[in-house]
Every structure is written in structure tokens, then in C-alpha cells.
């Protein structure tokens, strides 16, 4: 039934969203310092560093996509503080 009035043009938008989305927690957990880093943190996106922080401490850094919200309510900790825990050698 919801099918039938699911626009077709806002499945594609989903599907968009999702790869890219799905990408996003790909390389947030690849536990590599990327070459867009430090523009990403500079715009309050996410980026591995930041990720890692979260799943080391556990109470920070709780956005995937946006930083924003962490810097707003003080939860966010930026991977440059804490530069023994995570190092861009695999
Ligand atoms: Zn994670």
C-alpha cells in the first residue's frame, strides 16, 4: 500500500542518501588519518579520528556525519588532544 504512493524520484534520493551514507560509517571506521581530515573537522564533519575517539572513551564524539552537535553540548573531543591513542601507521 505505501508503495503505491512512494514517489519514485524520492526512492532514488533514499538510495543516494544511503550509499552515501553507508560509505560515510565505511570510512569512519577505517582507523586511517584520510587526506580531507583537517578540512572535515574545520567544516564539523566526522572523520576516523574523531570516530575512533568515541569508541575509545565512549563519551564523546557521539555524531557520525556532524560534529556539530558535540561542540554545541561539550561532548566533543578532538582526535589532536589525544594524538598517542590513534597514528596514521597501519
Ligand atoms: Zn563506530
Not at 569508541?55 to 582526535?79: A, C, E, P, R, V
Amino acid at each position: 500500500m505505501f508503495a503505491y504512493y512512494y514517489p519514485i524520484n524520492l526512492h532514488y534520493t533514499d538510495m543516494a542518501f544511503g550509499s552515501i551514507y553507508a560509505n560515510w560509517l565505511n570510512l569512519i571506521h577505517s582507523e586511517y588519518q584520510l587526506p580531507w581530515d583537517k578540512a572535515f573537522r574545520k567544516l564539523g564533519l566526522g572523520t576516523p579520528g574523531d570516530h575512533h575517539i568515541h569508541h575509545k572513551l565512549f563519551k564523546y564524539n557521539f555524531g557520525h556525519l556532524f560534529m556539530w552537535w558535540d561542540q554545541l553540548f561539550g561532548t566533543y573531543k578532538s582526535i589532536l588532544d589525544y594524538p598517542a591513542v590513534f597514528s596514521d601507521s597501519v
